[in-house]
Nanobody, 115 residues
Framework: QVHLVESGGGLVQAGGSLRLSCAAS????????MGWYRQAPGKQRELVAS???????IYADSVKGRFTISRDNAENTVYLQMNSLKPEDSAVYYC?????????WGQGTQVTVSS
């Protein structure tokens, strides 16, 4: 059974930084595509960034140049470094793992950016 545990969310002022972590278990992490999604109140869940097993990364236009996704296959962990945070980045951030038919989600971590 896949288990994803996010951490690192919190309250930060605009312009600040946060680093999210997602520890994965129960899956062949090194060959798994990992992603970060977010969902703000009243809005649909959206992709923030993803990283393939090859290291190829994809970013939403709204976070390009500010957020960086990375992975540590030795630690089965994916990270999201968020810099220059804006109030519109406030949301629940979810970790996602995709491998074949597996599509698993973490419980989410709240990020709140105050203006």
């Amino acid at each position: 059974q896949v288990h994803l545990v996010e951490s690192g969310g919190g309250l930060v002022q605009a312009g600040g930084s946060l680093r999210l972590s997602c520890a994965a278990s129960g899956i062949a992490f090194s060959i798994t595509k990992m992603g970060w999604y977010r969902q703000a109140p009243g809005k649909q869940r959206e992709l923030v960034a993803s990283i393939a097993s090859s290291g190829l990364t994809i970013y939403a236009d709204s976070v390009k140049g500010r957020f960086t996704i990375s992975r540590d296959n030795a630690e089965n962990t994916v990270y999201l470094q968020m810099n220059s945070l804006k109030p519109e980045d406030s949301a629940v951030y979810y970790c996602n793992a995709r491998l074949g038919l597996i599509n698993s989600w973490g419980q989410g971590t709240q990020v709140t950016v105050s203006s």
